[in-house]
Structure formats: structure tokens, C-alpha cells
């Protein structure tokens, strides 16, 4: 009897090390001084074309966020990425993933690709990016460019 009470505490602090030891990506969160744009984009595949707004923030230090959605409420996809690592939630994405950015899955690296395209066209009102059979059409509205 004893010998499975060790077990089982052993066990069970062997659960708590391995969830405190595991690394945890912190991404920074929104500051005023942030870039915000927001407006439409165009998402087309071979096999269907979907239109949705779109909320996009960054900083100056590369951090960024990227929201679309379908109507109020209702969230394809949300992006949150840095230099090193991303984060992707939302039906669109087929599942969530969080991890380093070299090690995505495949379905996800048009949408990684993102990030880089339009924090070098921060002042564009219309940014096209094309990634494999993936485009991204992304139309801002011009009162929504601040920073």
C-alpha cells in the first residue's frame, strides 16, 4: 500500500514540475503609442474567397496583433506575433497553434506572413501580399492609420 502512495505522490509532483518547467511565450501587450489600422481584407484560396474586417496593431519593436472577423462577435481568426514566436486562435485556423514561427504548420505561414508585409507599408491604404496560392488583399481605412 505504501509503495503506491509513492507512486502516486510521485506522479503527481512529476505533473506539477513538468507545468511550472514548461516555456511559456509573454508577447507584449497593446500600448497607446502602438500603430492601429483597421478595415477589410480580401482572403482568397483555389477553393473559396472570404471578405471580413480587420483590426491590426503593432510597435515599433515588431510586436504584433492581427483580428479578423465576420460581423460583430464573431472572430475567424486572431494573430499575435513577434519576431521569434506566434500565436493563432480561431476557426479559420483549422486549430490553435502557439509556438515559434519556424516551426508553424505549413496552413499557417501564408498568415505569418503577414506581419512583415504590412509593418513595412505602415502608411498604405491598399496592401496586396500573395503567399504560395494564398491571397491577402487588406483595404484600410484612411482615419483608422494612427500611431
Known amino acids: 500500500m ?10 503527481a509532483i512529476g505533473d506539477l514540475t513538468s507545468c511550472v518547467t514548461t516555456p511559456h511565450h509573454q508577447f507584449a501587450e497593446p500600448t497607446p503609442d502602438w500603430q492601429v489600422r483597421s478595415g477589410q481584407l480580401l482572403y482568397r484560396t483555389p477553393k473559396m474567397t472570404l471578405i471580413g474586417d480587420v483590426l491590426v496593431r503593432f510597435s515599433q519593436a515588431g510586436d504584433f496583433e492581427l483580428t479578423f472577423s465576420k460581423g460583430p ?3 475567424l481568426l486572431s494573430l499575435r506575433q513577434d519576431a521569434t514566436s506566434a500565436e493563432v486562435k480561431g476557426t479559420f485556423a483549422r486549430s490553435d497553434w502557439s509556438g ?7 496552413q499557417l505561414r501564408g498568415w505569418l506572413g503577414v506581419r512583415d508585409k504590412l509593418i513595412h507599408s505602415q502608411d498604405r491604404k491598399a496592401v496586396l501580399y500573395i ?3 494564398e491571397t ?3 483595404r484600410f481605412n484612411p482615419e483608422s492609420i494612427r500611431g
Open 131 to 133: 503567399a504560395g496560392n
Open 2 to 11: 505504501s509503495i503506491l502512495r509513492v507512486i502516486v505522490i510521485a506522479l
Open 73 to 75: 462577435g464573431v472572430t
Open 136 to 138: 491577402f488583399l487588406f
Open 100 to 106: 515559434p514561427v519556424a516551426q508553424a504548420p505549413q
